[in-house]
């Protein structure tokens, strides 16, 4: 029996790319899954597919913007398998404008509001059954959540705070047996940069990035789900933008820099 045969999993920004993918790789391991996002079309599309390949479904419609929903994303799962088991906070957006050149500055907020608050909220409504269920946390951080990255401030600054609440919170969490698994991907195909708020905080429609150069959210999906089964602290899918930056940001802080100004120039 695989390592999540049976078990209850919510995933958040299920409906596409990474998450999407995600639900797909777990599912021939039979779990349960409940499915999280706004579009209900296409999640009930992707809840077809994890069906297709041995999971069990349940499709919850939920802004993890809104703290009514995120409790009722968690009740529904609950009341319909029975318990919880893994919490994966994956929804997200994105932007792409330098900060002096931005003339939308409510984007900031509404990156704060998906990107952290957005994971802060279905964590504490599923925090009494994953202690219940001695289960885990899995948040789709960023490398952008370590690092700084130009035209992606306050990206960046959402995905600091996602490291900083949940380090936090794995501290607290010592000894209840839930463990917090944070992911830090580079750069990943999917809808994100298209959809990703420009100058005017309108979506940019096109994605800037060379995306047959960058990986797939397949790839990045089993990488997650490896990470996932040894209960890892940290999860990081790149060695070049990734762990060796971690090394060269202790001594050569400088070097980092450019490294993240090339990869936003490059788009790879
Ligand atoms: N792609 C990359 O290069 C990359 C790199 C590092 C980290 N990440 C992170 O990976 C995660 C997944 O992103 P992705 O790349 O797969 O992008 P994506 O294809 O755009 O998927 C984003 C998902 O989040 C959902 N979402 C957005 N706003 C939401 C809201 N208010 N409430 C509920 N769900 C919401 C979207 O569904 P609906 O629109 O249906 O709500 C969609 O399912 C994000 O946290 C992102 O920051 C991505």
Not at 119 to 134: E, F, G, M
Not at 182 to 204: C, K, N, T, W
Request: charge should be positive.
């Amino acid at each position: 029996m695989a390592l999540y045969t049976g078990k209850s999993i919510v995933v958040t920004g299920a409906s596409s790319g990474i998450g999407k993918a995600l639900c797909l790789a777990l599912a021939p391991q039979r779990p349960r899954l409940g499915l999280a996002a706004r579009d209900t079309a296409r999640l009930e599309e992707v809840a077809a597919q994890c069906r297709a390949a041995g999971a069990e479904t349940r499709v919850v419609p939920t802004d993890v913007t809104s703290i009514d929903q995120c409790r009722r994303l968690v009740d529904r799962t609950v009341e319909a398998f029975g318990c919880l088991d893994v919490l994966v906070n994956n929804a997200g957006v994105g932007m792409l404008a330098r900060f002096d050149e931005t003339e939308d500055l409510s984007v900031y907020e509404r990156l704060m509001k998906v990107n952290y608050l957005g994971c802060v909220y279905p964590t504490y409504y599923a925090l009494p059954h994953l202690k219940k269920s001695r289960g885990q946390i899995v948040v789709m951080a960023s490398l952008a959540g370590l690092t700084g990255v130009p035209t992606r401030s306050g990206y960046a600054a959402t995905k600091h705070a996602v490291f900083g609440f949940f380090d936090s919170l794995r501290i607290e969490l010592d000894g209840t047996g839930v463990s917090v698994t944070m992911v830090a991907p580079y750069f990943v195909r999917s809808e994100i940069h298209r959809r990703a708020a420009g100058p005017d905080g309108q979506p940019l429609g096109a994605s800037p990035m060379q995306e047959d150069r960058i990986m797939t959210a397949e790839e990045c999906a089993a990488l997650t789900v490896a990470g996932m089964e040894r209960r890892q602290r940290l999860v990081i899918t790149n060695w070049r933008g990734g762990r060796l930056s971690r090394l060269l940001r202790i001594f050569a802080p400088g070097v980092v820099d450019g490294l993240a100004r090339k990869a936003v120039r490059e788009g790879k």
